[in-house]
């Protein structure tokens, strides 16, 4: 089962852990602790948690993004959004090792909510590494590689198109484009696996193993997806890679999603 992804009783194994983070990054990792700490402390703070490719330990140095999420006891306002920005740009001047930073933040409430269960809850309980605070893992159920866990990750992509596009019309430089290029690259992947995760029984964050899974049901589209993958990691400022991924690509995905999966519930 472990090599799915999965725990010896089939539900969906938590991918990250502090003991995996790069000795590289172990600063980085310190350093956010800290500023978190020091910024959202006291009465706003519930928990915090890294997730992405450092506690996975796949992170390589000065290519590699560091992600952070925010449990806050009340929903994030204006103010907790500029402190996330200010924690956001002073890691990023002062470890050369990350490619960036990206704080999410959202109130336990929603985090624990009905609605957000198959999709920001399994995000906390499987995806996300605990870093400060008690753990919301706790409170959420152990998650299988189900029809609904897709449509609830995933089942909104169609939402993001427009969205992309309009960014795409007015980017200018080609730091622009890298950007859109390397996240709507990376959203794709993530769907184009969760399309064909029931049917492999088993998960995965990696993107190269991502897009492989997808390839081996849609053969035909396999090609497009390994160049997502690689956009993901490197992004390219080609404005044809981005508007295959925009265009093409992404319009079929979404409109295949539907059909296998059903869209996602509608959040308010």
Known sequence: MRGRGL???????REGSLDRVAAAFVPVVDAARARIAGTFGGMRLHSAYVYGSIPRGTSVPGVSDLDLLLALHDEPTDADRAD????????DRAFSEIDGVGILLAGTRTLLSDL???DLGFFVACLCTPLLGTDLAGQLPRYRPTSLLARETNGDLGLALPRWRARAAGAVTAG??????????????RTGFTLVMPRWGGWTSDLDESAAHFGRFYPERAEQMRIAAATGRSPSADPGVLGMLIDDLG?????EYTAVHGEKAPRP
């Open 84 to 91: 996330a920005a200010s924690v956001e740009a002073a890691l």
């Open 7 to 13: 725990d010896h009783d089939g539900t969906i194994a």
């Open 176 to 189: 622009e484009r890298k950007a859109l290029g390397r996240g709507a690259a990376r959203r794709l992947v």
């Open 251 to 255: 319009p079929w995905l979404a409109a």
């Open 116 to 118: 957000e269960r198959h």
